[in-house]
């Protein structure tokens, strides 16, 4: 059949050698765990139960769900088996399958690169907790320390309303030290000031610990997810447990989950959960297509796609269990409603999980357990985006990049690169940039774009039918029927509509909610978002503009399979070896019986 893998005998060129000399995992359970480790992440912590709370409960879900079999699990699998069926990574394998939206791959490889220089900046904060986490009293516990002001105070049940009547604006000892311990923020982005060297030595160590992860590639990666996953999972049974059994936790799982139909009536409630869909799973930057690739060419990739799409989902309806049940104990402590408490992103880690993690008895285990878990969480992410950008960069580079030295060297360049990049953000105004980047650079308006760019080359440019019988070459059989209607109408119909209404909703950035950016930060951020997405449309022109013959014959070149036209080249030349072979013996045969 087209497309079947071409089996390795004394026929074989060294074209179609070297096409089946890539690395692979060394068990399936690698693979699995690889990508576990890279999509359960700190949205899974940090977004999904306060999105949840925040639109409707258990309400949520309807949208969510209905996200998540329309566009996540039809996207999950499109990455996954392109990436199988090609054995490259992203820009290669939509080069290899449809030249003419390559430029999809280029604007996943731009977000990836963003995502790799701020998200470790998490790690950095998440390392300097832990360390913090050995002190006799937690500096976030207390108001006795030299960076607080004179409104911190340590609120609690009796003395809750004195303290509000004494002390206008009173802020509490978690967040000041988040502000003026970790963070040392400025007034504004035009203010950068100096470096935090604490922090700067934290985000050092977070890069040594990357860079020992994928060293050895594939085969170092694959090893280091047994624990690093594994113990991510113990973590947060161990935080659940315990939350559980806290007083007050009954209420929070109340308000985590309780549904209010009503708000199934606003549209930002459906926009929440697409965009939670498409960053919880990582989808449109390539990583489930490089990490695919290292799949053996019959692995069955449609079922591992269920699976994973069902744990990941599982796993941030978990963790909301786990948030909730400490939230509800914080609020029955102050005696405050839950609504005062609950956060999304940075403040619930660092700011309101870690306070309520203070008033418990021994407070510093569960705090090293907790930053363990996000350090954790952190780092199957970021290694896992290391190892795509390396991925990506060998397959451009092959024939300069064939020595493991040259690939060690190349990843310590980028570690060292990304390391200087992401200092700024360590400065007293780096926030600030941190900020612009995450939402701007690596938005869900950047990932819905790709997402109709993706579904548009399979289910019309290069044909989902075609696509379809591809898989079925791979695993023995078509997917259901449901996944081609979506590849062709749902997923980018669904996917123009969200897209629309996020531009036609949109709303300017603001740190906290009361800073303003000045508009040079506004720009910043736009084209920080145009950087990646514009590659898409540009690439298409570019190869239309510079492929031989008419615009028809030029449209449907491009769209052949290239993958394909090289596998037909290898078979004749296959069958012209073994016509000539045939011969001699022949030849040879003739000259004996003579």
């Not at 977004?47 to 409707?56: H, I, S, T, V």
């Not at 990357?210 to 590639?217: D, I, L, P, R, S």
């Not at 914080?330 to 940075?346: F, K, N, R």
């Not at 031989?548 to 596998?567: D, P």
Request: charge should be neutral; proline fraction near 4%.
């Amino acid at each position: 059949m087209d497309g079947a893998p071409l089996q390795l005998n004394k026929y074989n060129t060294k074209a179609e050698i070297k096409e089946n000399n890539r690395s692979q995992w060394a068990k399936k359970a690698e693979y699995f765990l690889a990508v576990v480790g890279n999509i359960v992440g700190l949205g899974n912590i940090w977004r999904f139960p306060y999105l949840c709370y925040k639109n409707g409960g258990g309400v949520f879900l309807v949208p969510y769900l209905f996200f998540l079999v329309t566009c996540g699990v039809p996207l999950f699998l499109l990455e996954t088996a392109l990436g199988q069926y090609t054995r490259k990574s992203g820009i290669i394998s939509w080069r290899s399958l449809c030249p003419l939206v390559e430029g999809i791959g280029y604007a996943g490889l731009i977000i990836i690169i963003y995502s790799a220089i701020i998200y470790i900046i998490v790690l950095a904060w998440a390392l300097f907790y832990l360390f913090q986490s050995f002190s006799t009293v937690l500096p976030w516990a207390s108001c006795n320390n030299t960076w607080n002001t004179a409104t911190c105070k340590e609120f609690d049940k009796s003395g809750l309303s004195a303290n509000r009547t004494e002390v206008e604006n009173a802020t509490s000892p978690a967040l000041e030290f988040w502000d003026r311990r970790v963070l040392n923020i400025s007034a504004g982005i035009d203010e950068l000031g100096s470096l935090n060297w604490e922090m700067a030595l934290c985000l050092l160590l977070a890069w040594i610990i990357c860079y020992f992860c994928v060293w050895k590639g594939v085969r170092s990666v694959g090893k280091v997810v047994y624990f690093t996953v594994s113990f991510i999972y113990i973590m947060l049974i161990i935080l659940l447990v315990r939350g559980l059994t806290l007083p007050g936790a009954k209420d929070g799982i109340i308000y985590y989950l309780y549904p209010e139909p009503s708000r199934l009536a606003d549209p930002q409630v459906w926009m929440d959960a697409g965009t939670q869909i498409f960053f919880s799973y990582t989808l449109c930057i390539g990583c489930q297509t490089t990490l695919s690739s290292y799949n053996k060419y019959t692995n069955d990739c449609y079922k591992d796609c269920i699976y994973l799409c069902l744990l990941n989902s599982g796993t941030s309806i978990l963790a909301g269990f786990a948030v909730f049940s400490t939230l509800g104990f914080m609020a029955y402590e102050q005696g405050l409603p839950i609504d005062e408490v609950a956060e999304s992103g940075p403040g619930l880690i660092f700011i309101v999980y870690p306070y309520a993690i203070s008033m418990m008895p021994l407070p510093q285990l569960w705090t090293f357990c907790l930053f363990l878990m996000v350090f954790l969480l952190g780092l199957d992410t970021q290694f896992m985006t290391v190892e795509i950008i390396m991925a990506t960069t060998t397959d451009l580079f092959a024939h300069l990049l064939q020595k493991e030295r040259r690939l060690q060297a190349l990843l310590l360049l980028i570690c060292i690169f990304s390391y200087l990049l992401g200092l700024p953000m360590l400065t007293e105004g780096g926030i600030y940039i941190f900020q612009i980047i995450d939402y701007y650079g690596c938005s869900g308006t950047c990932f819905l774009f790709i997402a109709i760019f993706q579904s548009i080359g399979i289910g019309w440019i290069y044909g989902a039918d075609r696509f379809f019988d591809n898989i079925e070459d791979m695993i023995g059989y078509h997917p259901g029927y449901f996944i081609k209607c979506c590849w062709s109408f749902f997923t980018p119909v669904i996917c123009i509509c969200t897209f629309i209404f996020s531009l036609v909703d949109y709303t300017p950035l603001k740190y906290n909610n009361t800073y303003v950016y000045p508009t040079w930060g506004y720009v910043l951020g736009w084209l920080f978002c145009l950087s990646s997405i514009i590659f898409m449309p540009l690439w298409m022109l570019f190869r239309l503009f510079w492929a031989k013959g008419t615009l028809c014959e030029r449209f449907h070149s491009l769209c052949e399979s290239r993958l394909q036209q090289s596998k037909n080249k290898i078979r004749v030349k296959m069958d012209g070896d073994r016509t000539a072979h045939k011969s001699r013996e022949n030849k040879i045969t003739n000259v004996t019986n003579r």
